[in-house]
C-alpha cells in the first residue's frame, strides 16, 4: 500500500510507472481477498466476495513480464497484443462465472462441497496458473537478458 501511496501521484509516470501501479494495486486487492477467505465463511461476513479472487493469480504472470517489457523497452510495437496475455484470466473468469453470480448462501454450499460440477474448471485453472507463472517468469528473464546483450553492445559499460 506504501508503494501505491508514493507511485500514485509522481508526476510524468511511464508507461512502466502505470503498469507497476496496476501490478500493485492487483496484489492490495488479491490480498485483501485472501484475509477475508481466511476468515470464517459465513454469509454475512463475506457474501458478495466468496470466489472473486480466482483470476487475481493468473494476473501476476502477464504483469511481471509487462513490467520487465516496459522496463527494458521491450514491449510489443503493437499494443493490442498487450491484451492476449490476459486471456487465462478471462477464461477463468468465463468458466467461473455462474459461480460469480450466485447468492451468497449457494456460495457457501458450492465451497463446501469442494466445488462439485466445477472438478475439471477448476484443474483447468490450476494448470493454467502453473504453466503461466513458469513461462512469464522465464519469460521476463529472457527480456532481461537480451536487455543486458543489447546494453554490452551499444555501451562500454553495463
Known amino acids: 500500500m506504501l508503494l501505491i501511496l ?83 484470466a478471462l477464461v477463468v473468469v468465463l468458466f467461473f462465472f455462474p459461480v460469480l453470480l450466485r447468492s451468497a448462501e449457494e456460495k457457501l454450499a458450492f465451497i463446501r462441497s469442494g466445488g462439485e460440477g466445477y472438478q475439471t474448471a477448476n484443474l483447468l485453472r490450476i494448470i493454467l496458473l502453473q504453466v503461466s507463472g513458469f513461462v512469464y517468469v522465464l519469460w521476463a528473464l529472457w527480456l532481461l537478458r537480451r536487455h543486458k546483450r543489447n546494453i554490452s553492445q551499444e555501451f562500454s559499460y553495463e
Open 6 to 88: 508514493l507511485l500514485a501521484p509522481k508526476e510524468g509516470k511511464t508507461f512502466a510507472d502505470k503498469i507497476l501501479l496496476v501490478w500493485l494495486l492487483l496484489i492490495a486487492c488479491h490480498l485483501i481477498l485472501y484475509v477475508f477467505s481466511i476468515q470464517p465463511i459465513t454469509a454475512n461476513n463475506v457474501h458478495w466476495l466468496l470466489d472473486t479472487s480466482l483470476p487475481f493469480p493468473i494476473l501476476h504472470g502477464p504483469m511481471l513480464y509487462l513490467y520487465t517489457a516496459a522496463m527494458t523497452n521491450q514491449l510489443p510495437r503493437n499494443r493490442n497484443w498487450i491484451l492476449v496475455h490476459f486471456i487465462p
